[in-house]
T-cell receptor
């Protein structure tokens, strides 16, 4: 199956700082999603981005499918950005709509 | 829309008991996914349905686990009999189209004593 590696595993930021989270995957995909799991456990979908670039407020994401990686940018971080960020990928060409999740990047934003 | 609804939010049971987790997907979504999250294994897909039909159950750990979707607005995940190693947070998610954005419910935290 597809392997997903996220880096860094842990990140501590001062409020207001910017950060880049990376997701590498081992095979071609046609489905890539970024999620934020807040400290209360809720999983929120941030982006559906199998290729290209998207922006939503202070967050943006870029996927370079040919090079098998995706980046999530967080600008002007706030304490509410704390939590775990997951990258999940899938390839329906393999006959399944399964998403494989990475282990996540745990972000702590301190005031 | 209220989003994906799961019940109960917390379940504590004793080993050997039957556990039933419930999920109501977002109206109009044709795919429903059941995931399990543990510290050791992270987030794993257990099974998913398309138009109420189970499509891929390769992630179901063993025969003690079963899932049904009797109609477009309701699904259950049953564990019988439960074991302590089943303790985890179980999430239900739904999407419109298989490759579409997945929306997760709040999860059910299961503790098996």
């Amino acid at each position: 199956g597809i392997q997903v590696e996220q880096s860094p595993p842990d990140l501590i930021l001062q409020e207001g700082a910017n950060s880049t989270l990376r997701c590498n995957f081992s095979d071609s995909v046609n489905n890539l999603q970024w999620f934020h799991q807040n400290p209360w456990g809720q999983l929120i979908n941030l982006f559906y981005i199998p290729s290209g670039t998207k922006q939503n407020g202070r967050l943006s994401a870029t996927t370079v499918a040919t090079e098998r990686y995706s980046l999530l940018y967080i600008s002007s971080s706030q304490t509410t950005d704390s939590g775990v960020y997951f990258c999940a990928v899938g390839d329906s060409g393999a006959g399944s709509y399964q998403l494989t999740f990475g282990k996540g990047t745990k972000l702590s934003v301190i005031p | 829309d209220a989003g994906v609804i799961q019940s109960p939010r917390h379940e504590v049971t004793e080993m050997g008991q039957e556990v039933t987790l419930r999920c109501k997907p977002i109206s109009g979504h044709d795919y429903l996914f059941w995931y399990r999250q543990t510290m050791m294994r992270g987030l794993e897909l257990l099974i998913y349905f398309n138009n109420n039909v189970p499509i891929d159950d390769s992630g179901m750990p063993e025969d003690r686990f079963s899932a049904k979707m009797p109609n477009a607005s309701f699904s259950t995940l049953k564990i019988q009999p439960s074991e302590p190693r089943d303790s985890a947070v179980y999430f239900c998610a739904s999407s419109f189209l298989g490759v579409g954005t997945q929306y997760f419910g709040p999860g059910t935290r299961l503790t098996v004593l």
